[in-house]
């Protein structure tokens, strides 16, 4: 049976300098020039900045950076962030609920997949593909909220990024929830010594794990160094 072929499209590979390929999206792989990688080998995926120009960070073994066509660049993500290598959990999501204890008026409910790597949580939708580095993760708990008017069991997931508090929530049946919970905690453990933050950003975490609400973190001044 033929791979059948979704995009062929000239993209830059950078080795240190940009190294014109062609590019092949597959239901099941992508193809850059000769070297051929399956989805489902692909370990991470991020959206990263290249010397003020919008990649795509490709991670398989080592990281391998992608230049694509404006144009496509957005679609080519978002089918290997649905695609890569992860565990992947049907929820309703509400990703970047506050930013510095601020509630986003833009953040609403969706349906669709909370996907989990080794380095990365993705809330993954049509129209939405967020990705947190677990090196940020900065506490994993269980909390009643308001969904629909009704009070809903939810996990409350905050990380820190450039020195604001960011929270999202996940919404899915209880037993779901709980073996979700469990394994959050397992991967960030794993993931503790890794950590390398700012003075500012681990003054923050420290914050959380005391319990100060985000409010006062939101109005936190940095204690001089």
């Known amino acids: 049976m033929t791979d059948k072929v979704h995009l062929r499209t000239p993209v830059k590979i950078y080795t240190g300098g940009w190294v014109d390929t062609e590019l092949v999206v597959t239901d099941d792989s992508i193809i850059l020039g000769k070297q051929k990688i399956s989805l ?19 991670k398989k073994d080592s990281k391998i950076t992608l230049q694509l066509p404006k144009d496509i660049h957005q679609q080519v993500f978002r089918y290997i962030a649905f695609n890569l290598k992860a565990d992947k959990f049907a929820v309703y999501f509400l990703a970047f609920a506050t930013v ?8 609403q409910w969706e349906k669709g997949y909370f996907s989990v790597t080794d380095e990365g949580l993705w809330f993954l939708s049509s129209k939405n593909q967020q990705r947190i580095s ?17 009070q809903r069991r939810v996990l409350v997931l905050s990380h820190v990024v450039k020195s604001n508090v960011i929270t999202s929530l996940v ?25 390398n933050l700012s003075e500012n950003e681990k003054q923050i975490l420290t914050l959380i794990y005391s319990g100060v609400d985000f409010a006062s973190i939101a109005h936190f001044e940095p204690l001089p160094i």
């Open 40 to 58: 489902g080998e692909i370990e991470d995926l991020e959206d990263i900045d290249v010397n003020g120009i919008r990649c795509i960070q490709i």
């Open 100 to 107: 510095g204890g601020v509630v986003s008026s833009a953040a």
């Open 134 to 150: 677990i090196e940020s993760l900065g506490s994993i708990n269980k909390d009643m909220r308001d969904v629909g008017g009704k």
């Open 171 to 195: 919404l899915c049946p209880e037993s779901t929830l709980e073996m979700l919970e469990n394994y959050l905690h397992r991967l960030f453990e794993k993931h503790k010594p890794a950590i």
